[in-house]
């Protein structure tokens, strides 16, 4: 079973991953700049890997929809946040953000916890997640500061969070 992951990246840890997965399922892994170059009709299982901005998963309507142009491929999607991975009901507002009733039917969601490098991001993001940290330096309890000891520069990716998402594609290709 032919099988590639395609990812989009801001900071790196969702490219991180997709190398991971792909060298787990021994597949080839790309950045999404590269995948309108390819064939995907070749493929029968796509997976995408993009980063989460604001609840929504980059570049993942835009995908999709050329997606549909392969109704034979099987996609798959994962998604990197800061949020940790045991936090459900983020889980659930990202994937009710991003996949409609058909999507959650049909497409298998994983959510990673990834990380945060502002130094690897654009002026204007970098501009907003420091009017974010600050504001929260004034309202967020001490407790719930404490959980992001630099706001700025963090990883929290793990080579093991991508286990259900190769378990998945293994059983599926069985």
């Known amino acids: 079973m ?3 992951v395609i990812y989009r990246t801001k900071t790196g840890f969702t490219q991180k991953y997709a190398q991971w997965i792909s060298e787990d399922l021994g597949c080839e892994s790309i950045a999404a700049t590269q995948a309108a170059r390819h064939d995907l009709s070749s493929y029968d299982l796509v997976i995408y890997g993009a980063p989460v901005m604001a609840g929504g998963i980059m570049g993942w309507k835009k995908f999709r929809d050329m997606l549909n142009k392969y109704p034979k491929v099987q996609p798959v999607l994962f ?5 940790p991975q045991n936090d459900l009901e983020n889980l659930k507002n990202v994937k009710n953000q991003n996949l409609t009733d058909s999507d959650r039917d049909r497409i298998p969601f994983f959510l990673m916890r990834g990380g945060i490098d502002i ?3 654009g002026f204007l993001t970098r501009f907003i997640m420091k009017a974010i940290v600050a504001q929260m330096r004034k309202t ?3 407790e719930e500061l404490s959980a992001y000891p630099d706001p700025f520069h963090a ?3 793990s080579r093991d969070a991508i286990q259900p998402l190769v378990a998945w594609v293994k059983a599926y290709q069985a």
Do not use: E, H
Not at 79 to 83: D, S, T, W
């Open 79 to 83: 998604a990197c946040g800061l949020a």
């Open 119 to 121: 130094n690897r991001m």
């Open 2 to 4: 032919k099988t590639i």
């Open 155 to 157: 990883d929290y990716s």
């Open 140 to 142: 967020a309890p001490a």
